[in-house]
Structure formats: structure tokens, C-alpha cells
């Protein structure tokens, strides 16, 4: 997901620079009268995870699984990660029920038998 602020900084007061840099996980500071913006830890934390799940979803597009959805690529990118499915729920912010469905297409999909024989599809082993 990505978020644009268009809040205009030549125009605003430091106090409505800060209710903005705290309202989206920021930090900014003027240096020789400019203004600068810094990353919260959060914030890097937040990019280094998507980061991460792209690097795995673009391991899973050279393959040839092109019938799956995004969101089963999502998931699948997750378990190769080694998430649960509670887990995989709690990143993505959906039911550990649809997590399980993903999973079942995911297996349907490929004849897997199991997701240890799914990973090893994946991941060519």
C-alpha cells in the first residue's frame, strides 16, 4: 500500500509539520533552512519486510506459476519465509481461515500433497 501526503511544506508552520511527521510514522528536521525528512525505525523496519516479500515474490515469478493469484503468491511467499498460517493471518490482516483456503488452492493448484511437497517445488529442491 502507498501512502501520499500532500500536505505543503513551503507554506506550513513547524506545529503542522509535526502533527503531520507523527500522524505518518516519520521524523523531519530543518537543516540550513530546508526541510528534511528522516525514517522512524518503524518506518525502515516496514521497508526492509516489503522489501523481503518482493524479493521472495520475484523468486516465485520466474517460476512457472503464473495461475496464481496475487494473494496466493503473497501467501506462498510468506511460507517459504516458514510463517503459520496464524501468522501469515496476523501480517496480512485476514482470517487464518483464508489463509488456509490460499493454502488448499495453492496445493490444488500445483498436485502438491503437502506443503513440505509444495516447498520443494518452489524452491526446486
Known amino acids: 500500500m502507498l501512502v ?3 500536505y505543503s511544506l513551503s507554506e506550513s508552520r513547524a506545529v503542522d509539520l509535526l502533527d503531520v511527521a507523527r500522524a505518518h510514522q516519520f521524523t523531519i528536521t530543518r537543516r540550513n533552512g530546508e526541510w528534511e525528512f528522516l525514517e522512524t525505525p518503524e518506518l525502515q523496519a516496514a521497508k526492509q519486510e516489503i522489501r523481503k516479500l518482493n524479493g521472495a515474490l520475484n523468486i516465485l515469478a520466474d517460476t512457472s506459476r503464473a495461475t496464481f493469484t496475487a494473494r ?4 506462498l511467499a510468506q511460507i ?3 510463517y503459520s498460517s496464524k501468522e501469515i493471518a496476523r501480517t496480512l490482516k ?3 481461515r483464508t489463509v488456509e483456503f490460499h493454502r488448499a488452492n495453492l496445493l490444488k493448484k500445483t498436485n502438491a500433497r503437502s506443503t513440505v511437497q509444495l516447498l520443494h517445488m518452489v524452491l526446486g529442491e
Not at 72 to 75: D, G, K, P, T
Request: a positive charge; hydrophobic letters at 45%.
Open 4 to 6: 501520499l501526503c500532500t
Open 72 to 75: 496466493e503468491r503473497i501467501v
Open 80 to 82: 517459504v519465509r516458514g
Open 94 to 96: 485476514i482470517a487464518p
